[in-house]
């Protein structure tokens, strides 16, 4: 119904790179602030260069950042306006660790102080561990959509990785009622159980039954992309 008013209270950090390479990063947030009609005296410029470690990149041609200060420019470029809805199409895309790293810091402390974020990525980890809810999408069509943790519920596997006192030419006959067994290197069992019907000490008590010893054990809680692969039965897809 007021279409001025919604764009004002959104900003968006697309996943092209869009800004004038011959103005300086003063001179863009500058610029987009204005466009917003944010009045000078309220203008953030060098405090938002600050918080994307751009500040002593504020007066040089925004063409000679490397793609890394690029992204940046376009996180504070978003926020000009101080919107309470921050939209990130795929931020880190091609992105060293460092600065992925460096980004999320600043989204999660843009998060506690009240904006929403909407983020678009293909990095399940990051969604997993960014995310309050997440939303699936295979082929055009959301699959789930729900908050983290009862998503992350929605499968009942766990994986127990086993390493035994010989080494194995093949999964031992005995392991069948597993859920699926699998070989990792000569002496490592891979085991996927249902937690809600069966449990580590059961499994673990198969391999004995099995003729194996036990020389170290570590398990694993089903992720969001054992969860994406289940829901989307391995099509092609995007999240």
Not at 156 to 173: F, I, M, Q, S
């Amino acid at each position: 119904e007021h279409p001025r008013n919604a764009k004002a209270s959104i900003g968006i950090v697309p996943q092209e790179l869009v800004f004038d390479a011959f103005f300086t990063p003063f001179e863009t947030l500058e610029l987009q602030a204005g466009l917003f009609g944010v009045p000078k005296a309220k203008r953030r410029t060098m405090e938002l260069l600050k918080a994307v470690r751009l500040d002593d990149k504020a007066h040089v041609y925004s063409r000679t950042l490397s793609g890394g200060m690029k992204r940046r420019l376009l996180v504070a470029k978003a926020l000009v306006h101080n919107p309470p809805v921050l939209v990130l199409d795929e931020p880190t895309a091609g992105v060293d660790i460092e600065l992925r790293q460096l980004l999320w810091d600043y989204v999660r402390e843009l998060h506690s102080m009240g904006t929403t974020i909407v983020l678009t990525t293909h990095y399940l980890e990051e969604a997993e561990s960014l995310c309050d809810r997440i939303a699936i999408i295979n082929h055009g069509q959301v699959v789930a959509n729900d908050e983290t943790s009862k998503l992350l519920g929605t499968t009942g596997d766990k994986v127990l990785e086993v390493v035994v006192d010989r080494e194995l030419a093949a999964v031992p006959p005995a392991l069948v009622g597993c859920k699926a067994v699998e070989l990792k290197g000569p002496r490592t069992l891979v085991i996927t159980y249902d937690k809600r019907s069966n449990n580590a000490g059961a499994v673990l008590a198969m391999v004995g039954a099995a003729g194996l010893g036990v020389v170290e054990v570590s398990t694993r809680e089903a992720d969001l992309e054992d969860v994406f692969l289940e829901l989307t039965s391995g099509k092609s897809a995007a999240a």
